[in-house]
T-cell receptor, first 115, second 114 residues
Framework: DVKVTQSSRYLVKRTGEKVFLECVQD?????MFWYRQDPGLGLRLIYF???????EKGDIPEGYSVSREKKERFSLILESASTNQTSMYLC??????????????FGDGTRLSIL | GQQVMQIPQYQHVQEGEDFTTYCNSS?????IQWYKQRPGGHPVFLIQ?????EVKKQKRLTFQFGEAKKNSSLHITATQTTDVGTYFC??????????????FGKGTRLHILP
């Protein structure tokens, strides 16, 4: 079974802090994704990566950056956390070059609160 | 931009009743995926439909892809408490002529009344 592991289930940070969310997958998947999930808004794509050191903006990249130095690890960075970034963050991975044809495997999520 | 719309947003049904959620795209889709997210859990892939008019079944769940490949439905027969959760559809979004990501609908939250 594919395992996507997110470093924290719950995280509380303060406004202005730099926040790192880590995600590791163990299936050698090419593609990795970061989403945020808010009530009534569904899953919104922040950033994704289809190869090491490659990244593409999703629908809501403002205030975020990402890093993919190794194939198995995809990090989401909140450069200066703000209260409107309080949310559930989900990492996902998928196999292959044409990611939209492949199922995505999700981690358990990190519920981030910014005070 | 491209959108994937799901209706209804919420559905309450009595246990044993049927349930259907609908997904509509503003553009033709090469495929559509369905996911289920249990309360407190993460989305889990259920199925992918690729062919026009395709129908697939998983026990009490029936998935259908429209003839024009712009809509899809998920029907659950005789709902059980284990069906509680949010059901998402997802379709491809094109980035510079490549299929690089998928767009999720906002989901239908199913609540079962005992």
């Amino acid at each position: 079974d594919v395992k996507v592991t997110q470093s924290s289930r719950y995280l509380v940070k303060r406004t202005g802090e730099k926040v790192f969310l880590e995600c590791v997958q163990d299936m050698d998947h090419e593609n990795m994704f970061w989403y945020r999930q808010d009530p009534g808004l569904g899953l919104r794509l922040i950033y994704f990566s289809y190869d090491v050191k490659m990244k593409e903006k999703g629908d809501i990249p403002e205030g975020y950056s990402v890093s993919r130095e190794k194939k198995e690890r995809f990090s989401l960075i909140l450069e200066s956390a703000s209260t409107n970034q309080t949310s559930m963050y989900l990492c996902a991975s998928s196999f292959g070059r044409q990611s939209s044809n492949q199922p995505q495997h999700f981690g358990d999520g990190t519920r981030l609160s910014i005070l | 931009g491209q959108q994937v719309m799901q209706i209804p947003q919420y559905q309450h049904v009595q246990e044993g009743e049927d349930f259907t959620t609908y997904c509509n795209s503003s553009t033709t889709l090469s495929n559509i995926q369905w996911y289920k997210q249990r309360p407190g859990g993460h989305p889990v892939f259920l199925i992918q439909l690729v062919k026009s008019g395709e129908v697939k079944k998983q026990k009490r769940l029936t998935f259908q892809f429209g003839e024009a490949k712009k809509n899809s439905s998920l029907h659950i027969t005789a709902t059980q408490t284990t069906d509680v959760g949010t059901y998402f559809c997802a379709g491809p979004s094109f980035l510079m002529n490549r299929d690089d990501k998928i767009i999720f609908g906002k989901g239908t939250r199913l609540h079962i009344l005992p």
